[in-house]
């Protein structure tokens, strides 16, 4: 596939209007002539740093982190010339531009782990932990095993250094969990799942002493898409974002406390275009979201608070 070097934008083209621009085009080829392509997930922490989780499918359940300094790369101008982020590792000449070099310095590369789906990276604002679910896939996309398993992820290095398996039961019924996960400020970790044409949210809280969550009594009849790619979370507006496909559903997270009072005008939602496979969603403290889009990889940043 030819890369688009250009800044590009995403339109909420029905429901609540929104436009993402170019923030970042990622790096292809990647440092040593690396594959990272097919990136799953992204989260931001407090101090400005930037995860992207790229699992390349010829790596089943396996990938890599990449750390990325966003204070650098602002400072370097890469903000207002996304494609020398794109092209930091193609030599001209047989060398590197000095800068190049720099920019180099700003990205962390981190080596093969067992990342599952690999869509699921989050950060918790609490306890400052990155975690991610283990959550090993067949040729089927089925996952194979009934217990679930997350790990901790150092900051530095990019591997877990923690991990905790455990078993979801409701109800004496098994539950699958491990297609999403967020948190919210107060360190409360959601996740979702579809159901039929609709889909379960699940609110608990995460550790790597403990892990423990309840399905939520809000039962969305109707799923935003086809397939639940990420959820996000907005702290500038407390909100929950379910990210599927082409499409973005959000809601007020106070309204999952206790049984939930959610309704249909607690909602908002998006359908975007042109059609891209968007992988994630995450905010800054501004409330700008940051989208994640695979197959000319690139993240793009909200034109307001959305």
Same mark, same amino acid.
């Given at each position: 596939?030819?890369?688009?070097?250009? @800044?590009?934008?995403?339109?909420?083209?029905?429901?609540?209007?929104?436009?993402?621009?170019?923030?970042?085009?990622?790096?292809?080829?990647?440092?040593?002539?690396?594959?990272? #392509?097919?990136?799953?997930?992204?989260?931001?922490?407090?101090?400005?740093?930037?995860?992207?989780?790229?699992?390349?499918?010829?790596?089943?359940?396996?990938?890599?982190?990449?750390?990325?300094?966003?204070?650098?790369?602002?400072?370097?101008?890469?903000?207002?010339?996304?494609?020398?982020?794109?092209?930091?590792?193609?030599?001209?000449?047989?060398?590197?531009?000095?800068?190049?070099?720099?920019?180099?310095?700003?990205?962390?590369?981190?080596?093969?782990?067992?990342?599952?789906?690999?869509?699921?990276?989050?950060?918790?604002?609490?306890?400052?932990?990155?975690?991610?679910?283990?959550?090993?896939?067949?040729?089927?996309?089925?996952?194979?095993?009934?217990?679930? #398993?997350?790990?901790?992820?150092?900051?530095?290095?990019?591997?877990? #250094?923690?991990?905790?398996?455990?078993?979801?039961?409701?109800?004496?019924?098994?539950?699958?969990?491990?297609?999403?996960?967020?948190?919210?400020?107060?360190?409360?970790?959601?996740?979702?799942?579809?159901?039929?044409?609709?889909?379960?949210?699940?609110?608990?809280?995460?550790?790597?002493?403990?892990?423990?969550?309840?399905?939520?009594?809000?039962?969305?009849?109707?799923?935003?898409?086809?397939?639940?790619?990420?959820?996000?979370?907005?702290?500038?507006?407390?909100?929950?974002?379910?990210? @599927?496909?082409?499409?973005?559903?959000?809601?007020?997270?106070?309204?999952?406390?206790?049984?939930?009072?959610?309704?249909?005008?607690?909602?908002?939602? @998006?359908?975007?275009?042109?059609?891209?496979?968007?992988?994630?969603?995450?905010?800054?403290?501004?409330?700008?979201?940051?989208?994640?889009?695979?197959?000319?990889?690139?993240?793009?940043?909200?034109?307001?608070?959305?």
């Amino acid at each position: 596939m030819r890369l688009n070097n250009q @800044s590009n934008r995403v339109h909420a083209v029905a429901g609540k209007k929104m436009t993402f621009k170019t923030r970042l085009l990622l790096p292809d080829p990647g440092k040593d002539n690396q594959k990272w #392509e097919n990136p799953q997930a992204i989260a931001f922490t407090k101090n400005n740093m930037m995860y992207i989780v790229y699992c390349p499918k010829a790596y089943h359940n396996q990938g890599r982190i990449v750390r990325y300094d966003l204070t650098q790369l602002q400072q370097l101008g890469v903000y207002k010339h996304p494609r020398e982020l794109r092209n930091i590792y193609v030599k001209h000449h047989g060398k590197f531009s000095n800068q190049q070099r720099k920019i180099q310095k700003a990205v962390k590369v981190g080596g093969i782990i067992n990342t599952g789906h690999g869509q699921t990276l989050a950060y918790n604002p609490k306890d400052n932990g990155l975690y991610m679910w283990r959550d090993n896939r067949n040729s089927s996309d089925l996952q194979t095993s009934i217990h679930a #398993e997350i790990q901790q992820i150092n900051p530095n290095s990019l591997k877990p #250094e923690h991990a905790i398996r455990f078993y979801l039961k409701a109800h004496r019924t098994a539950i699958i969990g491990g297609g999403t996960l967020t948190f919210d400020q107060n360190g409360n970790a959601y996740y979702w799942a579809k159901s039929g044409m609709g889909a379960y949210i699940y609110k608990g809280n995460v550790s790597m002493q403990n892990v423990k969550f309840r399905r939520t009594d809000q039962f969305l009849k109707r799923a935003p898409g086809a397939c639940e790619q990420s959820m996000g979370y907005n702290p500038k507006r407390d909100r929950l974002y379910l990210i @599927s496909d082409d499409s973005i559903a959000s809601f007020p997270a106070k309204q999952l406390n206790g049984h939930g009072s959610l309704n249909s005008k607690s909602f908002e939602w @998006s359908r975007l275009s042109p059609k891209r496979e968007t992988e994630g969603l995450t905010f800054d403290n501004s409330g700008h979201g940051y989208l994640l889009m695979n197959h000319n990889p690139e993240v793009l940043r909200s034109t307001g608070v959305y």
